[in-house]
């Protein structure tokens, strides 16, 4: 990409131009595009005001239903919204949720709403943190006052984006199974925000209860943040307004105490060692060759040796 032509994408992207957020983000999910990098760089000064909020939980919980009524409560209450969806196996689907497309449809139509599915299943750890944060960047800078950010459901993404998120939502069901697996995950660390989706089934009562006495077993220090137990129908809405004001709840208690900044610092820890491992592992990749490993092949030398003498040399190169 030209100067000029990535002048004109970022002035496109933090004046909210949707074709320009939608080329933007393409850039980012793009690994082997530098045009990407150079974009977060130049980006980067005009986030940092958006507000970050994860949704996690097991496939078929009705994360993408739950976040469609989110999306258009915010939009009552007059905030714009980006909304990022993170799909284990499918490629990406232009700006519309890939399993609830029907249902999105009458947000896509809204300026005030911008939607990203993006393809994480066959990603690193490294390369997908690297996306997550790209993406949200983007946003950020696109001038959106919320982010919601939905996780795969399964594997490292969904803890991952308590490093992401100010706020993380965990979307459960009335069954206990998936609460039992939560348990195993360590869900229950990461959740700043529980809720019982599908609220009109059969045990949602149970369900709460069960949450609630799961939570009141934990150690907490004086003054810490009591995680809510909400119930919601997101077929209907209802239950998506106290969700909004658990959101804001949590957020001033995070400010009062200063978790707030502290979640921001580890936010920036998070992304720079996750940035510099992923570059490290192409780095490594581009090494291993061939060549490299005639020495381990004919027996002459040992993995761990020639990983010190990669080491020592990558120190030089530092040095």
Avoid at 75 to 96: E, F, L, M, Q, W
Avoid at 253 to 263: I, L, T, V, Y
């Amino acid at each position: 990409m030209l100067p000029f032509e990535l002048k004109e994408l970022v002035l496109g992207v933090i004046s909210g131009e949707a074709r320009a957020i939608s080329r933007a983000l393409s850039l980012i999910e793009r690994n082997s595009d530098p045009s990407g990098e150079k974009l977060l760089q130049r980006i980067y000064p005009y986030g940092g005001n958006t507000r970050i909020v994860g949704i996690t939980g097991a496939v078929g919980v009705g994360k993408s239903s739950l976040i469609f009524q989110l999306a258009r409560a915010l939009r009552k209450r007059g905030h714009t919204v980006g909304v990022i969806s993170i799909d284990p196996t499918s490629p990406i689907s232009h700006g519309a949720f890939l399993g609830d497309r029907v249902r999105m449809q009458d947000l896509t139509a809204d300026q005030g709403v911008f939607i990203r599915s993006v393809a994480g299943g066959a990603d690193s750890v490294e390369s997908l943190t690297r996306k997550i944060f790209g993406l949200v960047h983007v946003m950020e800078a696109s001038g959106k006052h919320f982010v919601l950010v939905e996780t795969m459901g399964s594997g490292q993404s969904d803890c991952l984006i308590a490093k992401v998120a100010q706020s993380t939502l965990y979307v459960s069901i009335p069954s206990l199974g998936d609460e039992i697996q939560a348990m195993k995950a360590g869900i229950l660390e990461m959740s700043d925000i529980v809720v019982i989706n599908k609220a009109d089934h059969e045990g949602t009562d149970r369900a709460i209860t069960w949450w609630k006495n799961i939570f009141s077993l934990e150690t907490r220090k004086s003054g810490a943040w009591k995680t809510p137990i909400l119930a919601v129908n997101s077929l209907t809405g209802e239950g998506a307004g106290p969700i909004l004001t658990a959101i804001d709840d949590h957020e001033r208690h995070m400010k009062d105490s200063g978790e707030w900044e502290r979640r921001k610092k580890e936010a920036i820890r998070t992304e720079v060692k996750m940035l510099i491992l992923e570059r490290l592992r192409s780095e490594i990749e581009t090494r291993v060759n061939e060549n490299d490993i005639g020495g381990l092949l004919e027996r002459k030398t040992d993995p761990l040796a020639y990983i010190d003498k990669a080491l020592r040399k990558k120190r030089k190169t530092y040095a």
